[in-house]
């Protein structure tokens, strides 16, 4: 069964090819995407970080500031 | 008009979402790479090689649906001069440049044992490898101008060119003599694929969907948190 499944009566080189470069490309752009994101969320806590009170006090009042925040404050 | 598509209210969704979106994708995908790999049954022509239509099919199906909506949104933003429409387009482009890409590469890999070629310069083949140009062109443009207005502008005009080559895709294997064969499944007459492998490729086209839609929510989130970035440097 399993020798079946990985010959896949010869044509296994290009099925088990063609899959793994999809799983592949899948797990690249989702790695990279979500490094992108978590530098952007780790610059806006720095940013946020360096304002003084009465900034962080304006930016508080935008409820995507508060939000991006919430969620950074999970990583 | 598109008050519900503000970044505010839109974030406050597209933060919480992915996680969801990811457990899906993963449960669908299982499901489908089983389906495709052990429980479908092998061509009667083309025997196991047949199964690479699982992730052939659905890549380019998707990568020509996001392509359109680029062109879609392009407009909308021509028209409504919305910002957000180029925000969304440009966090649909990288997953559709990915899908592009599987989708010539697997079809090469497919090519080999089934015409005995990696690759010929077919009308089918020729138009997606037009079309991963455009894609390439769509998302260097972002990279390279810094000017808001016109990169918008630059990005539109790609995308509205790019999508007259979208329908050439479609009718390519119906307008010319090509080595690609005609479409299987037929939206308005009967399919001549049997269900025991429509299934796997519906569950496998959801899976991809899925997929593409974390990585819109992931690169949407990361292009607002930049707007905020900018915002807080204004303060």
């Given at each position: ?75 | ?44 022509k ?68 089934t ?11 020729t ?43 479609k ?17 308005l ?18 899976a ?28």
């Amino acid at each position: 069964m399993i020798n079946e499944i990985i010959s896949m009566n010869g044509y296994g080189a290009y099925v088990w090819s063609a899959f793994s470069f999809t799983l592949i490309g899948f797990t690249s752009l989702y790695f990279v995407i979500k490094l992108q994101l978590s530098k952007e969320q780790k610059r806006f806590v720095a940013k946020f970080g360096s304002l003084n009170v009465e900034k962080a006090k304006v930016a508080r009042l935008q409820n995507i500031n508060r939000e991006i925040l919430l969620n950074t404050s999970k990583i | 008009m598109f008050k519900s598509f503000e970044p505010n209210k839109i974030f406050a969704i597209t933060s919480k979402a992915p996680k969801y979106v990811l457990f899906l994708f993963i449960v669908v995908l299982t499901i489908g790479l089983t389906e495709a790999l052990v429980l479908s049954p092998e061509d009667y022509k083309q025997s196991d090689a047949v199964r690479i239509m699982y992730v052939h099919v659905p890549a380019a199906w998707i990568s020509l649906g996001i392509f359109s909506s680029l062109a879609l949104l392009s407009v909308g933003s021509f028209i409504f001069k919305n910002k957000n429409f180029a925000l969304i387009a440009k966090s649909l482009a990288p997953s559709g440049f990915v899908f592009n890409i599987i989708a010539l590469v697997t079809g090469s890999i497919w090519g080999k044992p089934t015409w005995g070629t990696w690759w010929v310069w077919d009308a089918r083949i020729t138009s997606m490898l037009i079309l991963v140009l455009f894609y390439g062109m769509y998302l260097l443009a972002w990279r390279i101008y810094e000017n808001k207005e016109q990169v918008i502008k630059i990005t539109s005009m790609i995308a509205i060119l790019g999508s007259i080559n979208v329908p050439i895709i479609k009718y390519s294997v119906d307008w010319w003599n090509t080595l690609h064969q005609p479409p299987s499944i037929n939206v308005l007459s009967n399919n001549s694929i049997h269900t025991s492998m429509l299934i796997p490729l519906g569950i496998m086209t959801v899976a991809f969907a899925l997929f593409s839609l974390l990585i819109f929510l992931m690169k949407y989130n990361t292009e607002l948190i930049k707007i905020k970035n900018k915002g807080l440097d204004r303060l």
